[in-house]
């Protein structure tokens, strides 16, 4: 279903000067114009250097996950066929690859993960550490839909001075077709939350499930004289954004209709689009609150087939490695990284938590001249595509108990409760603070 008319209307010629001209505007990288008489490096030779050591290594595939089944929409929730009666909706994904062998990554065909892999990126340091990010695609194809043989990108949402090359919009750039590998090569310069998502049929392929968060951390980090744990959400100069923890929380939504009609060959109406399950990093409450999988995108754990390995007594979750669960110190600074990758706006509070809202899609909250824009708020409304960096600092202890509890929840209650009345399911989570000292330093984020 992939248009391709308007690619083959470019000429190469045409091409050629659209290139040019995002070439003049980032001289001085090593993008530079050739000099007369040689032809321009093709793509292919411009990503040659990065393909053999990626950062990170997507395999785009389809996959299904947990929802719950009661109550139940017949006939499209829960799907009847599922291959195991623990999983309920069909999606299509992202799964990290990296470290595999050739044949423990085919292994991975029909098992994404939802969300895409959390991962994070250090900005790109010219002086002291000029490394890119790199970010490996290959396509396994879909498991359950042979006949589907699209292409998949990552395009990272709000990303600023990308060269179009590396952007995942498939019209102006490049698309990963099935057994096809790309490496995406990234150099970031501002820090702050962003999402990313496959921009292939982009509504069918965010909505299945092909998106995830990813954020960039400050060249300030490690610098412990204006805050001491010495992690900042942007180089803000004076400490202002500095954490002790932080807990990405990416917000999608699931239209059964839609997910049903592509693991049995259909076509939904997207205009007829309406949501039955809100999600925070692809859980619903009380899965939320659900132990972590193997997250950390750099030291992936898999077995010797590559497969998964699921929490025992979280068997069902096992392609929904995210976990939400806040935890922290009373007194500590914990920092939420939002966004939102529905097609809903939604409104999120903590029940008796002031939040300061620090940053916005990848924005300090500062004016012009330097004027401290952020804000105290009790609740948030993220409107679709948007990222939020919000801060709070975890109350005293009160007891009793070995924690106090608080709800970090939709305000929407349709959006925290889904099709029950008893107030499972939907975005919601908790956040749990510990008396002073009880919880260790963090060392990977929503752990
Ligand atoms: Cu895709």
Redesign the pocket.
């Known amino acids: 279903m992939t248009n391709k008319k308007f690619n083959r209307k470019i000429s190469r010629r045409d091409f050629l000067k659209l290139a040019g001209g995002t070439l003049l505007a980032t001289a001085g990288s090593r993008w530079l114009l050739p000099k007369f008489g040689e032809r321009l490096l093709s793509p292919v030779e411009v990503v040659r250097g990065a393909v053999d050591d990626p950062d990170l290594y997507f395999a785009?595939t389809d996959t299904w996950i947990s929802l719950p089944q009661a109550p139940a929409l017949p006939p499209f929730h829960p799907d009847d066929i599922s291959p195991d009666p623990a999983l309920s909706t069909y999606m299509?994904g992202f799964r990290n690859v990296l470290g595999m062998n050739k044949k423990q990554k085919e292994n991975q065909k029909g098992l994404a993960t939802h969300p895409a892999p959390l991962f994070w990126i250090d900005q790109y340091d010219e002086v002291g550490n000029p490394n890119e990010f790199r970010l490996q695609l290959t396509n396994l194809g879909l498991s359950i839909r042979p006949d589907l043989i699209?292409e998949?990108?990552v395009h990272f949402h709000g990303l600023r001075n990308i060269i179009p090359f590396f952007d995942g919009e498939p019209n102006s750039s490049l698309a990963v077709p099935i057994a096809g590998e790309f490496t995406y090569a990234y150099r970031v310069r501002e820090p702050g939350t962003y999402m990313y998502h496959?921009h292939?049929e982009d509504v069918e392929?965010v909505h299945l499930g092909?998106t995830g968060l990813v954020f960039v951390n400050p060249l300030q980090n490690g610098d412990t004289s204006f805050y001491p744990s010495g992690k900042y959400a942007y180089n803000d100069g004076d400490g202002s954004t500095g954490y002790d923890r932080e807990f990405a929380m990416l917000l999608t939504e699931v239209w059964a209709e839609a997910h049903w009609a592509f693991s049995h060959v259909q076509l939904p109406n997207w205009d007829e689009y309406k949501a039955d399950f809100y999600m925070l990093n692809g859980r619903v409450y009380p899965d939320t609150i659900a132990p972590n999988g193997a997250i950390d995108f750099r030291n992936p754990d898999y077995d010797a087939k590559g497969y998964l390995i699921p929490t025992p007594g979280y068997e069902h979750l096992v392609y929904q490695p995210v976990s939400s669960l806040v935890t922290c110190n009373e007194g500590e600074r914990v920092l939420l990284r939002f966004s939102n990758l529905g097609f809903t706006k939604q409104n999120m509070t903590i029940s008796g938590i002031k939040m300061n809202i620090v940053g916005k899609d990848a924005t300090l909250l500062r004016g012009r001249d330097g004027t401290d824009a952020n804000y105290e708020t009790n609740s948030i409304y993220i409107g679709v595509g948007e990222s939020f960096d919000a801060i709070f600092e975890a109350p005293p202890y009160q007891g009793p108990g070995p924690y106090d509890t608080y709800l970090l929840y939709n305000r929407n209650y349709r959006h925290s409760s889904n099709l029950d009345a008893s107030g499972f399911g939907g975005q919601m989570t908790e956040v749990h603070v510990y008396p002073a000292g009880t919880l260790g330093t963090q060392d990977i984020p929503n752990t």
Do not use: I
Request: with cysteine; hydrophobic share 35%; aromatic share 12%.
């Open positions: 785009g299509f699209d998949h990108t496959c292939v392929h092909m």
